[in-house]
């Protein structure tokens, strides 16, 4: 019974649906038949969103009895600024409680390739160095400046501090700031404060010396004033502007030290060896910039401070010089023999373009040996002798 009604249902649904009694023809299909086909549409650009202009204020401390002595003092500053390649949007006079001053507004981003404002940073240079006698920190001093000049650093100004009960000196020299490069960097107005003085009307005297050095430094300077120093006494106060970006401070020169193998026994000695190691410093490639005496034990040496320029790589920084040891691998019985010795491998390393900078003999009856220190400088090949120790 169940089999003969399935077969009765089969047979009436398949008499009933001629799609199942017979073949697909497209010209008997109706439109409505076909299965709808997905199309791919064209492409279409993203929206582009213009980047947006920031505008910053600068606002100077400065404060003008009158309207009209304020507004000469913008019209001023805002052609300093056009100097220095700064993109002015114009100014404004505002009133300071009684007083008026002004703001200016400005672009705080130059373009890559921009040649100015340039890219430089002030440093301080102190070699810690503590003298008795204070003709002795003066003379140490103008030693240094002048050593700083002779390796083409513009010198912006130098002084005498207390250290202790006795004196000491710094150095404020300008660096190239070697910046990485970018599309475009930023504005930033920096301010140096330079020199010591024993009344704020001798700082007021010296603003145009300090300007004039930062200017034929190129370094574009807007003003100057004198101001309190934490110590009780005045300096000047120069306010000037860069360019700079987000990838931080990288000086076109460092200071390194080195310490001398010899011993002295008196400081005097050793101060007079210092003196007469300088120019074999600069000589190799090293510019010399101070060099003190330390003690020893219970004698005394020196060390001297020079001038390392960076080369900045992918991944560092390669210092342009540095200074190594040679080791000589030879054992003498006297000490005349290993200083002969020394001598003349020492005269060979200077004919090799290695300028040596410090040499000992060290060791005992029997086995007396010696090391050189010289300057080797980036891309030179090592000594070919015994590695360095």
Do not use: H
Request: aromatic share 12%; net charge negative; glycine share 8%.
């Amino acid at each position: 019974m169940f089999k003969a009604l399935t077969l009765a249902g089969f047979s009436l649904l398949a008499f009933s649906c001629p799609s199942f009694s017979q073949a697909f023809s497209l010209d008997a299909a109706r439109l409505g038949d076909l299965p709808p086909v997905k199309t791919a549409e064209p492409s279409r650009p993203a929206p582009v969103v213009p980047p947006g202009v920031t505008i910053a204020s600068y606002a100077t401390d400065e404060e003008f009895t009158f309207e009209n002595e304020a507004a000469a003092g913008l019209a001023a500053r805002l052609n300093a600024l056009k100097a220095a390649g700064v993109t002015t949007l114009g100014g404004r006079v505002v009133e300071l409680g009684n007083d008026y001053s002004f703001v200016i507004d400005y672009l705080p981003t130059v373009k890559n390739g921009a040649a100015l404002p340039p890219a430089v940073i002030v440093e301080t240079y102190k070699n810690g160095a503590s003298y008795w006698r204070e003709t002795e920190a003066a003379e140490a001093m103008k030693a240094c400046a002048a050593n700083f000049r002779a390796a083409k650093l513009p010198v912006l100004g130098s002084y005498l501090y207390e250290a202790g009960n006795d004196s000491a000196f710094a150095v404020d020299y300008l660096v190239k700031n070697l910046l990485r490069p970018t599309q475009e960097y930023d504005v930033k107005f920096e301010k140096f404060t330079g020199g010591k003085f024993t009344f704020e009307s001798e700082a007021e005297k010296n603003v145009p010396a300090y300007v004039a050095l930062l200017k034929a430094a190129g370094v574009p300077a807007l003003r100057g004033k004198a101001v309190s120093r934490p110590d009780g006494d005045y300096a000047v106060e120069v306010e000037f502007v860069i360019k700079t970006n987000k990838y931080g401070a990288r000086p076109q020169y460092s200071v390194a030290r080195y310490d001398s193998r010899e011993t002295f026994t008196f400081d005097s000695e050793a101060l007079k060896a210092s003196k007469a190691a300088l120019p074999a410093f600069s000589k190799a490639g090293a510019p010399a910039l101070s060099a003190v005496v330390r003690p020893e034990g219970r004698d005394y040496s020196y060390s001297v401070d020079y001038l390392v320029g960076n080369i900045y790589q992918q991944g560092g920084v390669v210092p342009s010089v540095a200074i190594e040891t040679y080791q000589a691998p030879e054992t003498y019985t006297f000490d005349s023999e290993a200083k002969k010795a020394l001598d003349e491998k020492a005269a060979a390393f200077n004919a090799a373009g290695l300028g040596v900078v410090g040499t000992a003999v060290t060791g005992e009856l029997g086995s007396f040996t010696y090391a050189i220190d010289y300057v080797a400088k980036a891309g030179q090949p090592a000594y070919p002798g015994p590695l360095p120790r």
